[in-house]
Nanobody, 123 residues
Framework: QVQLVESGGGLVQAGGSLSLSCAAP????????MEWFRQAPGKEREFVAG????????YYHDSVKGRFTISRDNAKNTVYLQMNNLKPEDTAVYYC????????????????WGKGTLVTVSS
């Protein structure tokens, strides 16, 4: 069973920064777009950012543009999400996902998921 593993979540004050990482098996990582989603309590899972398999294309939800940066290191089979100027509304469980045909920013077409990492932003 393919498993993606996120790390880097935690508690931060508003205005602060966090960096998330997600490691994937090499045979999956090199051929898939990688995306980050988040889910806040009582809300649906939403797209945050995505990056094509070759890093040529990146996409962001409007709410995080200019604050978050997605990147990937294909040699390390790892995708990153640098989050700056965090706001309380960014509080959520963050999930990484692998998308064979993406980025397509729709949760139900993702091929693989991680278990998530919690990000809490205090005001």
């Amino acid at each position: 069973q393919v498993q993606l593993v996120e790390s880097g979540g935690g508690l931060v004050q508003a205005g602060g920064s966090l960096s998330l990482s997600c490691a994937a098996p090499g045979r999956i990582f090199s051929s898939h777009a990688m995306e980050w989603f988040r889910q806040a309590p009582g809300k649906e899972r939403e797209f945050v950012a995505g990056i094509s398999w070759n890093s040529q294309n990146t996409y962001y939800h409007d709410s995080v543009k200019g604050r978050f940066t997605i990147s990937r290191d294909n040699a390390k089979n790892t995708v990153y999400l640098q989050m700056n100027n965090l706001k309380p509304e960014d509080t959520a469980v963050y999930y990484c996902a692998a998308d064979l045909l993406g980025p397509r920013w729709v949760p139900n077409v993702m091929a693989y998921w991680g278990k998530g990492t919690l990000v809490t932003v205090s005001s």
